[in-house]
Structures are given as structure tokens and as C-alpha cells.
């Protein structure tokens, strides 16, 4: 994670002074370090240009100047215009409204740029915006948030800065869906308030109204990051779309550790109380209340035990079958510390006795994905229990470089949701992952190529039209070779292989010719996952634009890994150093967009 400066610099009340005292109409520059812009609000928009490399400075918006929210760090266009942000306005027509910003030097020149609209134009359809993931229309997004199904719709929310396209101010965002696959982005849920901003968490309903918000009320636990990180908690009574934050906040503080955040709550029926998972530095710390107000420690898990090279964060604690046996996975994400490089999530396989978690001994750490771009997943409270299934969705990216993909009005988006269960590998049980069965309603086209034995061969067309939103299944039968691949080819030279290491137990992903330069670390290493020796593997492949998602053997090796190709891959070349491979049923589907875009 970065450095939160939110609230740092200037206080709302100083700025307010500012504000009052220097009553100049319009665009102002006060002094060196302040700018003040004041209007009467007439349209529906405030559009403020940025430029991702300028440095941010702080921004006040007051109302007849009185502030309203937190100061906002935004990075102002000082030398070029990126993309622009709106502030939707309306509800301030005709009254005075100004923008106060500090830390701001002269020669800034998005300040004179500011301006009112009735409407923000953009580009939503932008190259690598993804056709049938979860992003958000405009800004930064890393983690995904208190998913929740409720009533007949799923929620995920999001660490969202609605005021640039990198970290910073987090908000939660708001999505919702009604099959986990077309999207419809909602008004952001959450904002920072005085306790800071609003880092990861879950969302629980409340049925029997435990913390007395109202029966079946949807409360949000959170951490507020300020000067400390701390719990918080938030209630809806209206299906999420609106959100209250309790005036008992925080409600869980801790004196010395400074990385506490990331609550994920459930109720466990046996001892009649809320569990909170929290990730306190490198170790998780189970905490039980009554109420979701007054939490008890109950145990702390993780010394000596997982990868410990970077912070703990983004718990999840939940029961999986196995044969009949129930079993408790606990998530771990760790930040760095990936096995390749940055960000990725362990997990530990064990039981729950309603206090302490107890790992059985397994050849830890255990990642639940072994690409680079899958991090901070957790799963979906409250999913019906004739539905039954436990499901997960994570962020498609990487600390290591997520701030830097090549994308303009956005940046990342999410995995597919997908279904998680215990498997067997052959020599122990791991936790696996396929897409959710509703995915299958996007094949639209379906194109099946001949079955082939051959050394090398290349299927050189997949699609007519690509643009670049596909899925490929096939198995491969290596008929005794211990090395071979596929790649992901087009005609720009680029490509990208999965390379078959049976000799090494390893499958590894090469994505360094795959994409547009932009960040040296993305393209560099080799992506591995253990993979077991078998007679023949299955392959699921979900291609998005700038997204692979990687399903072997029905997702006991699963590798997701962002791509950013100068232009869709449309050939898949198939290669053996020793030996044929036979490759069956080979087939592709096109796929088509899952996001309700909001039209502004
Ligand atoms: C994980 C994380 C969380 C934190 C959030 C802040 O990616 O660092 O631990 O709550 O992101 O955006």
C-alpha cells in the first residue's frame, strides 16, 4: 500500500477562513500556494482536468462556503490534460460554490480549465477497457468490498478514488448485479469523513437486528484510515443505495499496531455471535461480538506459519465441503510477498471451533492464484443456502505496478466472480476456483476447430472480428512430452505462453512480449504454478481485452494475468520440444459486454 496524506495539510476550517475572508468573484490566485475558484452553480457537472504524473494538491469544495466532505488530494492538470473528473453540482443550483486548493503552484494551468457542464463526455469504450469485467466508468479502483447478496441482487463495492485514476481518497464504490455478470455502477457508498478514509471491509445483514440499526439492516464494517487505523461501521435501510455512518464510531481501536484493518464478519450460529477476521501486521486476529459494537478478542493466528514478507491484509474466514467433511479456509493477502513478486493471496486450510483457527499441515504457503493479477479477493456473505455456493471475486492487478497500467479515464477492474470448492491435487487438498456457471451466458458465438496430433501447430484465426473478449477451452494430451506450451499470438509480433514444465512440476506464464511497455516489472519475470503430472489437462481460458484468466483441471491451477496487447490475440500455436501433442475440442467463444454503462 502507499501513503495516505488524506487530512494532513489543511484543515476544513482553515480553509473556510480562507474561503470567507477573500470574497473575489470567479477565478482566483490568492498567493503563491492558494487558488480559489467560485461560481453559481448552474449545470449538472463541475469537470476538472488532471494529468496523472502532476503532483496533487488539496482541495476543499464549500458551498456557500460552508465545506462539504473532506478535503480531497487531486492532481490538477500542470502540464497537460489527461482525462477529466466530474463533481456532479446540481444540487447546489444557484448558489455559490467554491474550490479552494493549497499546496498549489502558479503555473498550474488545469486551474483556468475548470469548468460547469451539463454533461461529461468521455471515451468509455477505451482500448483496454475490459468487456465483461467489473470496472469502474471513471477513476482508480483496487479492492473489492463488502460483497453481500441481498434480495435478489449482489453488491460489491470497491475501494474507488472518484477524483483521479490512482490511489488515493478511498471511498467505497458501489456496484450491483443480478448474476454476478452484468454489472449496473451505483453513486459511490461511502466517503472519508473526520475518523479518515474508508479502506477494505465487508458488509453483514443484520437479521435479527444485533447493533439495532433495524431488523435485516445492511451494516458495512470498515476500517477509517486517519491518523490511525481503526473499525467503523455504517448501516443501510434501503437495499445499499443509501448509507448512515454510526455516531459510535470506531468501534474497534487498537493502541500500538498500525496496519488493523480489513474486517471480514460473519455470524457463527453455534455461539450466537458476529466472528470478525482482522489483519493485524502479519498475523489475523479473530475478534466475537453480540452487536458488531463491542468486539472480544477471541485468538490470533499466523506467527511461524505462511509467507510473512510483506503486511497481512484482506482476511476471510469460511467453511468449505470436501466429501462430506467441512473444512475452514482462512485467506490471507500479503503484500509483497508473492511468490511472483508483489501482491497475491495464501490461504490455509484448517478448522474453526468458533474461537481458534487450527491449520492442518499442508505444504504452506498455498496461493489462490498464481498469476500476478489477482489480489485482495474475498467472498460473498449472505449468498442463499439453496444457492449453496461460496463465491469470490478479487482485484485484477498488483501493487508493483497497478498504478501505472496504460489506461486513461479508469484503472483495473476486477476477476470474474468465480465459484471456489476443495479439490484434490493428487497429493493434497487445495482450494480451487472456476468462473461462476452464470458466465456461460455470454457465449454468444461459437466457433470449434479440429482435433490435432502434431508437433507444433497453429490455429491461425480464432475469430473473425476479434475485438479482443473471448473464451477458449481444449484439452492437452501430451502423450508422454514433459514440456510443452501454448501461446496467445497476433500480428504485431506479441505473444504470450503458457509453458508445461511437467520435469519441474511447474506452469509458467510468459508475458514479457505481451503487451505495450510501461512498466519494467510487469514484463520481467517468469509466472509460475505448481502443477501435478496427468494423463491430460483441460484448459479454460478467459481472454477481456487486457485480462487472462487461466482455469487448468477445472481450477486447481488458476493464473490470472493482466495483458496490454497493441491489438487483440486472434492465433493460439501449440508447441512440444520432444514427441506429438494431441489437442481436442478445441472451441471458442465469443463473448459479449456485461457492463450497464451509466450514460452521463
Ligand atoms: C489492500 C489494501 C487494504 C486496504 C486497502 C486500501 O490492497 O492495502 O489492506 O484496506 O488496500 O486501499
Redesign the pocket.
Known sequence: ?KNDNTLKTLTAAGLLALAVACEQPAQNKLADNLYMYTIEVQQKYLLLPIENEATEVKMQLLVENTPIGEPINIRIAQNQIDYWIPIEIEAYKGKKLTLSFNEAQNARMGFSKIKQSANYNFVYQEKYRPLYHFSPQYGWT??PNGMVYYKGEYHLFF?YNPYGCK?GN?HWGHAVSKDLVQWEELPYALAPDKLGAI??GCVVIDKDNTAGFGKDAMVAIF?SAGEQQVQSLAYSLDNGRTFTKYEGNPVLTHPTIVDF??PKVFWYAPTQQWIMSL?TSQTITFYGSKNLKEWTQLSEFGEGIGNHDGVW??PDLFPLTYEGQTKWVLFV?I?PGSPNGGSATQYFIGNFDGKTFTPDPLPYPLWIDYGRDN??GVTWNNVPAEDGRRLFIGWMSN?DYANEVPTTNFRNAMTLARTLNLAHNGEHLVVASKPVKEMERLRNETISLPNKTATTTTFEQLLNNNDGAYELTFSIIPNGSDNFSFSLLNDKGEELTYIFDIANKTLVTNRAKSSVAFNANFAAMLIKAPLTAKKSYTIRLLVDKASTELFVNDGEVVQTNTIFPTEAYNALRFKTDKGTLSIKNVTIYKLSASETAISY
Open positions: 500500500m483496487n479492492d475501494q490511489w478511498m479502506y477494505s476500517t484493518r480489513d489483519a491484509e484482506c493477502s503484500n489480489y485482495a501493487w
